[in-house]
């Protein structure tokens, strides 16, 4: 009797450490899963603010022309965590208009930073 005894407490210890090995593997197979996620989310964000602050020049281009420095758009009233959003008028030898866009955005330990050159349409 006792044997039967021993041996169902070892199969017991072997399937709890089965099941913890398990639980690692799943649980850094969702860190990795959390870490694209938020990446992708950050780039979708930061699109999303170019293609704002790009409509906001379209719509306000007498005051980005009198504009010395570049304007930092409001982004208060966003869920987001929008650490910068500025726009810059360029000077240009060829007579077309051109911004500089930058975005910075941050999610948990996620960050997307860009800055592009875009000519304004007439």
């Not at 593997?25 to 964000?45: E, F, P, Y």
């Not at 930061?46 to 790009?54: C, H």
Request: charged letters at 25%.
């Amino acid at each position: 009797m006792r044997r039967s005894r021993g041996f169902t407490l070892v199969v017991a210890l072997l399937m709890l450490s089965l099941i913890g090995v398990g639980l690692m593997v799943l649980t850094t197979d969702s860190q990795g899963l959390m870490a694209a996620s938020n990446l992708a989310h950050a780039k979708a964000v930061n699109r999303n603010l170019t293609a704002s602050a790009l409509n906001w020049c379209r719509s306000n281009q007498a005051r980005l022309l009198s504009s010395d420095e570049g304007v930092d758009l409001e982004t208060a009233s966003l869920d987001e965590k929008v650490e910068v959003l500025q726009v810059r008028l360029l000077k240009s030898t060829d007579g077309q208009d051109r911004v500089r866009v930058t975005t910075e955005f941050r999610k948990s330990r996620t960050s997307v930073r860009s800055m592009k050159d875009y000519v304004l349409p007439d």
